[in-house]
């Protein structure tokens, strides 16, 4: 009699908490939502979510407030998400660096895959690599050249420890056989700030960030990371050209605590699709450099696909390059 007393009573737990979630996905949103960008303004992934969000907020019928939470690779921005209440009102715009890179090589409580819930695989792009006007070379075979010249003594942007500009300019090293140093910066926008002031020497950039400094001549673009030429520059070769196999596509996502409900994390993907169907969103995206994945692949489990295959092929990659975290 008390075993069924028991079961009972989590029979009805059970049904209050599938009640109580239901009702709060009928109302939702009901107050303002927060998207945090892990990293500095102006940066890529800060400038995609304010594209979106200035569409989703129509759709969801809720202001959307972008918020920078930078330090630690990330991990500060990224483990706020992971530690909010899965109710949808803070939710999180990321990109490979920390999604991917930072989740290898920080000590954080929780795991990049694991504790968040995808909600929508967002806009990607290309890697490449830029340098400074006052360098020398003019073309990817000269950098190397000029790289090989003077080993150790060339700058390089990094944006934390794992960032893709990181783990893109060791992975040109070693393709390479080149060696320079890194400069860390908190997010793409500083660094773009000093590559034009002739600051640092190169970066291997998200290569939406540098569209308008090469097109202004104010940035030498050198070659891209991606298996075919980057449509915005379609005179700057990529590494394959010059017999290097170097490929390594940019990922952004929109990710909310692990457990939010499935009806919430639907009305934000609808949200998305929404936003990425305007053809004003299409063209600020474009004009950024990045590219929109077709509506089968902006889907919560498609994002989760990509994640996860991204991290099983490049956190051994990482950790076995001992890279040190301050």
Request: charged letters at 15%.
């Amino acid at each position: 009699m008390k075993a069924l007393t028991l079961v009972a009573s989590i029979t009805v737990a059970v049904a209050s908490f599938a009640s109580a979630a239901g009702l709060q996905a009928q109302t939702y949103p009901s107050r303002p939502i927060t998207i945090i960008v892990p990293f500095a303004a102006g940066g890529p992934a800060d400038t995609l979510a304010r594209i979106m969000a200035d569409k989703m907020k129509d759709t969801l019928g809720q202001s959307i407030v972008i918020e920078n939470v930078t330090g630690a690779g990330s991990t500060i921005g990224t483990g706020r998400v992971v530690a909010a209440a899965p109710d949808g009102y803070t939710i999180y715009v990321g990109n490979w660096s920390s999604a991917v890179g930072a989740g290898a090589l920080y000590p954080v409580s929780w795991h990049i895959v694991r504790d968040l819930e995808p909600i929508a695989r967002l806009s990607t792009s290309a890697l490449m690599m830029v340098g400074k006007t006052g360098l020398a070379a003019n073309n990817i075979r000269e950098l190397i050249a000029w790289l090989k010249a003077n080993p150790g003594k060339a700058t390089a942007v990094s944006v934390g420890a794992g960032s893709g500009a990181h783990i893109c300019g060791l992975y040109f090293m070693e393709k390479t056989g080149t060696k320079f140093l890194f400069a860390q910066y908190r997010g793409g926008a500083p660094a773009m700030t000093d590559l034009v002031g002739n600051q640092i020497d190169i970066m291997c950039a998200e290569a939406s960030q540098t569209l308008e400094h090469v097109r202004a001549g104010k940035m030498k673009a050198f070659a891209v990371m991606s298996e075919g030429r980057w449509a915005p520059l379609p005179d700057v070769p990529t590494m394959a050209e010059i017999g290097l196999d170097m490929k390594l596509a940019f990922l952004h996502g929109l990710w909310g605590p692990r457990g939010l409900p499935k009806a919430i994390v639907d009305k934000l993907n609808a949200a998305v699709v929404t936003a990425f169907a305007d053809p004003a969103v299409q063209k600020r995206i474009a004009d950024l450099g990045q590219t929109i994945p077709p509506r089968d692949q902006l889907t919560p489990q498609a994002l989760a696909d990509y994640h996860k295959g991204e991290v099983d092929k490049w956190w051994p990659v990482i950790k076995a390059a001992n890279i040190k975290v301050n």
